[in-house]
């Protein structure tokens, strides 16, 4: 049973950071694209970084470009989200997602076929 489960999510201020986990289970993900999602209330789920297994390529939302760092622990078979300078704008569920292979357009959900519960990130002002 394949399994994504984040933690590390919580109520932090402005200019605070936290830094998100996604533990993932059930299989290999080592050929898997992993990307972590967000969504505010009201709010479609909007692509927020992502980053193949081996760790050699990353990308951003524009919108956390500089601020967010995506990396991956093999061993650990885990993905982190470290958030930098939070600021209220990035409250939101965040969401780890993995999809099968290279993909070319990360930042589209429907090519994820995995997904994780969420987890709760709150910036106050």
């Known amino acids: 049973q394949v399994q994504l489960v984040e933690s590390g999510g919580g109520l932090v201020q402005a200019g605070g950071s936290l830094r998100l986990s996604c533990a993932a289970s059930g299989r290999s993900f080592s050929s898997y694209t992993m990307g972590w999602f967000r969504q505010a209330p009201g709010k479609e789920r909007e692509f927020v970084t992502a980053?193949?297994?081996?760790?050699?390529?990353?990308y951003y939302a524009d919108s956390v470009k500089g601020r967010f760092t995506i990396s991956s622990d093999n061993a650990k078979n885990t993905v982190y989200l470290q958030m930098n300078s939070l600021k209220p704008e990035d409250t939101a569920v965040y969401f780890c997602?993995?999809?099968?292979?290279?993909?070319?357009?990360?930042?589209?959900?429907?090519?994820?076929?995995?997904w994780g519960q969420g987890t709760q990130v709150t910036v106050s002002s």
């Open positions: 980053i193949n297994w081996s760790g050699t390529t990353t």
């Open positions: 997602a993995a999809a099968p292979g290279f993909q070319l357009s990360p930042s589209r959900p429907d090519k994820y076929n995995y």
